[in-house]
């Protein structure tokens, strides 16, 4: 959610001015488009910045960002993300002699030990070491994980992308409530 930081005293005037000619009702949905309006900018930011933090491609990072809006009755917008864990197979996985490399997290890694089946749709698997339950011995597989959405949303870098927006809101609740006030 944004937060309005400290404006200067005219800004402060000019805007409770504005919200007293056009009443609670008109000014608070002025108000929530401008947050609408911003967040949808911020969302931009954040998406392109999980990109680079990630390596997850664009269309998978917004299908998988939601964007909650405001009204005039809930003054508050969000950006959520869900969803689990990409599996290794999205960032590139390769099958060498000594594992396999993929770049999670925008860099590349090596995964000693590890292989791709490509029966299981190309999904990269470890070994456990662990019993088996359907062959009965000591060779269960696990599969291998890269980055979650909900987790890096909430990096440091996601979040300053998300909270520069705050100071914007105000200047575009302004011109939203002028926007009113020329057309009435």
Known sequence: ???????GEDARLQFEAAVYRLGQGKARSAFSRAMNHETAKARTR????L???T???????????????????????????QGDPFPLKHFRARQFKYG??????????RFPGSFIIRSIDGNVFH?????????GRMNAIEKMWGPSLPREIMQPDPL???DMGGDAVLNRAMHELRRILDGA
């Not at 959610?1 to 404006?7: A, G, K, L």
């Not at 990072?61 to 993300?81: C, G, V, W």
């Not at 396999?100 to 890694?109: D, F, I």
């Open 127 to 135: 070994r456990t070491g662990k019993l088996n339950s359907k062959s």
């Open 100 to 109: 396999v490399r993929a770049n999670p997290w925008n860099t590349s890694r």
């Open 160 to 162: 300053r992308e998300f």
């Open 1 to 7: 959610m944004f937060s309005v930081r400290e404006v």
């Open 51 to 53: 990109r680079r933090q």
């Open 46 to 49: 954040v998406n392109r910045v």
């Open 55 to 81: 390596g997850i491609k664009v269309g998978d990072i917004s299908r998988a960002t939601k964007f909650l809006r405001a009204y005039p009755n809930k003054l508050q917008a969000e950006i959520n993300a």
